[in-house]
Antibody
Framework: QLQLQESGPGLLKPSETLSLTCSVSGGSIFRSSYYFGWIRQPPGKGLEWIGS???????YYNPSLKSRITISVDTSKNQFSLRLNSVTAADTGVFYC?????????????WGPGTRVIVSS | QSVLTQPPSASGTPGQRVTISCSGSRSDIGNNYVYWYQQFPGTAPKLLIYENTQRPSGVPDRFSGSKSGSSASLAISGLRSEDEADYYC??????????FGGGTKLTVL
């Protein structure tokens, strides 16, 4: 059974860079036909797709966040990561990593439990 | 901001059939598959319906999805108290982005 687990700092100050890692177990990112991605959820609000990556390096980013995000993959560690620059209070929320259904990036069949991020001075 | 439009709330009594709508455009729902997610408070979303109408293994057949044009619907028949949750629709957009609906909070009365 595939399992995903997010990790990273839970508290940042405005203008800092958020770095999160998703560790994948029970399956390999390498040579997988699947994409892996990040989705976030502000407190009390809905889901927002951040971006996704394939082990080969192909990425798709949310246009509204594209200037601030980088998603990378480390196949040797079976992990993928998210960097979000210049965070503000509006970036506060729960960040989930997930496996997509192949190239169908609106499909996410395995999710991590989520990690809470708070941006506050 | 959400591009796919869902009603913020829905409700029903046990045993009833409830439908949740999801409205988009030709570039998202019109041209691509629709997916539905169920989320309980404090937990990660769970894939409920994929490719418009398909249920992953383990999802009861009380849940069904449909799509027509640039709109989609999730139907829950034989409503149970444990169905009380938030429901989200999602679809790929031809501009190379994933769109989620704003979510619908389902209350079982």
């Amino acid at each position: 059974q595939l399992q995903l687990q997010e990790s990273g700092p839970g508290l940042l100050k405005p203008s800092e860079t958020l770095s999160l890692t998703c560790s994948v177990s029970g399956g390999s990112i390498f040579r997988s036909s699947y994409y892996f991605g990040w989705i976030r959820q502000p407190p009390g609000k809905g889901l927002e797709w951040i971006g996704s990556i394939h082990f080969g390096g192909t990425t798709y980013y949310n246009p509204s966040l594209k200037s601030r995000i980088t998603i990378s993959v480390d196949t040797s560690k079976n992990q993928f990561s998210l960097r979000l620059n210049s965070v503000t209070a509006a970036d506060t929320g729960v960040f989930y990593c997930a496996r997509h259904g192949g190239i169908y990036l609106a499909a996410a069949d395995f999710w991590g439990p989520g990690t809470r991020v708070i941006v506050s001075s | 901001q959400s591009v796919l439009t869902q009603p913020p709330s829905a409700s029903g009594t046990p045993g009833q059939r409830v439908t949740i709508s999801c409205s988009g455009s030709r570039s998202d729902i019109g041209n691509n598959y629709v997916y539905w997610y169920q989320q309980f408070p404090g937990t990660a979303p769970k894939l409920l319906i994929y490719e418009n109408t398909q249920r992953p293994s383990g999802v009861p057949d009380r849940f069904s999805g449909s799509k027509s044009g640039s709109s989609a619907s999730l139907a829950i028949s034989g409503l149970r108290s444990e169905d009380e949750a938030d429901y989200y629709c999602a679809a790929w957009d031809d501009s190379l982005s994933v769109r989620f609906g704003g979510g619908t909070k389902l209350t079982v009365l």
